[in-house]
């Protein structure tokens, strides 16, 4: 038996710009908080950098996903 998972299909219209947008910005933002994470000479200040990139990317998806539930209208 082959195992599924079940994905979520995308809510309104995922085409948007606005949509297209917010999601470019929040993988923008998580891979800056990778490229930081992944340097083996990273000091506390890159890890801070990283830290609030990876949370600015969380308040970016939060929005796509508000644009898509309530249509568009973020």
Same mark, same amino acid.
């Given at each position: 038996?082959?195992? $599924?998972?079940?994905?979520?299909?995308?809510?309104?219209?995922? $085409?948007?710009?606005? +949509?297209?947008? +917010?999601? !470019?910005?929040?993988?923008?933002?998580?891979?800056?908080?990778?490229? +930081?994470?992944?340097?083996?000479?990273? $000091? /506390? !200040?890159? +890890? &801070?950098?990283?830290?609030?990139?990876?949370?600015?990317?969380?308040?970016?998806?939060?929005? &796509?996903?508000? $644009?898509? /539930?309530?249509?568009? &209208?973020?």
């Amino acid at each position: 038996m082959t195992a $599924t998972a079940n994905v979520p299909r995308p809510l309104g219209d995922s $085409t948007s710009p606005a +949509l297209i947008s +917010l999601s !470019a910005a929040a993988d923008n933002a998580l891979a800056m908080a990778l490229s +930081l994470l992944r340097d083996p000479a990273a $000091t /506390t !200040a890159d +890890l &801070a950098r990283a830290a609030a990139r990876a949370g600015r990317a969380s308040e970016l998806l939060r929005q &796509a996903f508000a $644009t898509q /539930t309530e249509g568009g &209208a973020a």
